[in-house]
């Protein structure tokens, strides 16, 4: 019988606890991968979070309210560390600088597609809406004082789409936190979901301004190319249309990057489509039936149009099916 992954944990715990590890978060961290580590590391102390890259708003504005200290992955020796945590993420393309580490624990909500980690311990739950619902269920209570349960709580509110891939948990979870950290739900959701900065907002008009469209297999499917801000950018645009795929070219990889969204009557999953044309194009792709991204070496013209081909195709089947 499989472990729970509070057992895993546990287990992992009584192994490691009080050596010193790494924490890391998928590069661009956001909110729930901050808030997840930030509360790992409370109960490993001596632990160091790291990510590389900039990290989107949410998560910095969480570390500047709570003081949380993030260095890049890059910067640390490997020889000074018993090994490595990775969380919210599980594949080496959104964290790069993991590769020659030793993997003791993989923390991740996403689906199998692109997934090439192997940690000494693992808790998947791919039905869970956010990491940070997995870790404050996994994390002694003991350790989720008032600073780690306001991380959390903006880590769920953050990465559950609005409560759109929320079960009844993520309300149990959410509302014990609350209580633990005596927060109001609007200061939660103002870090959640940041007023986008001046330039950002210019970035999601542009990538409006950008927008074509098909209708196919019964969908309006929106695509668009960002100089920054792509995931913005796809989820607001995905309210107007059905799906949306939003390319945004990466020089520092010498790749693109797709950020995928759709409403919730869209019966095609968008991971499977995510890890689909990464099979095709090269690189990796996964995430979650409504919210998914791909990193593709491939350039962003042909990136959309194989994101656009391959839904069409898998809206296709699934018609045939149903």
Same mark, same amino acid.
């Given at each position: 019988?499989e472990?729970a992954?509070? &057992? #895993?944990?546990?287990?992992f715990?009584?192994?490691?606890?009080?050596?010193?590890?790494?924490?890391?978060?998928?590069?661009?961290?956001?909110?729930?991968?901050?808030?997840?580590?930030?509360?790992?590391?409370?109960? +490993?102390?001596?632990? #160091?979070?790291?990510?590389?890259?900039?990290?989107?708003?949410?998560?910095?504005?969480?570390?500047?309210?709570?003081?949380?200290? !993030?260095?890049?992955?890059?910067?640390?020796?490997?020889?000074?560390?018993?090994?490595?945590?990775?969380?919210?993420?599980?594949?080496?393309?959104?964290?790069?600088?993991?590769?020659?580490?030793?993997l003791?624990?993989?923390?991740?909500?996403?689906?199998?597609?692109?997934?090439?980690?192997?940690?000494?311990?693992?808790?998947?739950?791919?039905?869970?809406?956010?990491?940070?619902?997995?870790? !404050?269920?996994?994390?002694?209570?003991?350790?989720?004082?008032?600073k780690e349960?306001?991380a959390?709580?903006?880590?769920?509110?953050a990465? !559950?789409?609005?409560?759109?891939?929320?079960?009844?948990?993520?309300f149990?979870?959410?509302?014990?936190?609350?209580?633990?950290?005596?927060?109001?739900?609007?200061? +939660?959701?103002e870090?959640?979901?940041?007023?986008p900065?001046?330039?950002?907002?210019?970035?999601?008009?542009?990538?409006?301004?950008?927008?074509?469209?098909?209708?196919?297999?019964?969908?309006?499917?929106?695509?668009?190319?960002?100089?920054?801000?792509?995931?913005?950018a !796809?989820?607001?645009?995905?309210?107007?249309?059905?799906?949306?795929?939003?390319?945004?070219?990466?020089?520092?990889?010498?790749?693109?990057?797709?950020?995928?969204?759709?409403?919730?009557?869209?019966?095609?999953?968008?991971? &499977?489509?995510?890890a &689909?044309?990464?099979?095709?194009?090269?690189?990796?792709?996964?995430?979650?039936?409504?919210?998914?991204?791909?990193?593709?070496?491939?350039?962003?013209?042909?990136?959309?149009?194989?994101?656009?081909?391959?839904?069409?195709?898998?809206?296709?089947?699934?018609?045939a099916?149903?």
């Open positions: 019988m472990k992954g509070s &057992e #895993v944990f546990r287990d715990l009584s192994r490691y606890c009080g050596r010193k590890v790494a924490i890391a978060t998928h590069n661009r961290a956001d909110a729930d991968g901050i808030a997840s580590a930030y509360a790992l590391s409370r109960a +490993l102390p001596g632990s #160091v979070i790291c990510t590389d890259e900039e990290m989107n708003e949410g998560a910095r504005l969480l570390c500047e309210k709570l003081g949380i200290r !993030a260095v890049p992955l890059a910067t640390l020796e490997r020889k000074d560390f018993e090994g490595l945590i990775v969380v919210d993420t599980s594949a080496f393309t959104l964290v790069p600088n993991a590769r020659g580490w030793k003791l624990c993989i923390i991740d909500h996403h689906r199998p597609d692109g997934r090439d980690m192997k940690g000494e311990f693992e808790i998947i739950d791919p039905e869970s809406p956010s990491a940070s619902e997995i870790v !404050a269920g996994i994390v002694p209570e003991a350790d989720i004082a008032g349960a306001f959390l709580s903006v880590g769920i509110i990465d !559950a789409a609005r409560f759109k891939s929320a079960r009844a948990r993520t149990d979870t959410l509302g014990r936190l609350m209580r633990i950290c005596g927060a109001e739900y609007r200061e +939660l959701l870090l959640a979901e940041p007023d900065k001046p330039e950002a907002k210019l970035a999601m008009l542009t990538a409006m301004k950008r927008v074509e469209f098909v209708y196919a297999g019964g969908y309006i499917i929106a695509t668009t190319e960002v100089g920054s801000n792509e995931s913005d !796809a989820s607001l645009i995905a309210d107007a249309a059905d799906v949306c795929f939003v390319a945004k070219w990466k020089d520092s990889e010498n790749a693109t990057r797709i950020s995928a969204r759709a409403r919730k009557t869209v019966h095609v999953p968008l991971n &499977e489509v995510m &689909e044309v990464a099979g095709e194009l090269g690189g990796a792709g996964g995430g979650h039936a409504k919210a998914a991204g791909a990193s593709l070496k491939a350039h962003t013209a042909e990136s959309l149009k194989t994101c656009v081909e391959v839904f069409i195709s898998m809206a296709g089947n699934a018609q099916r149903r």
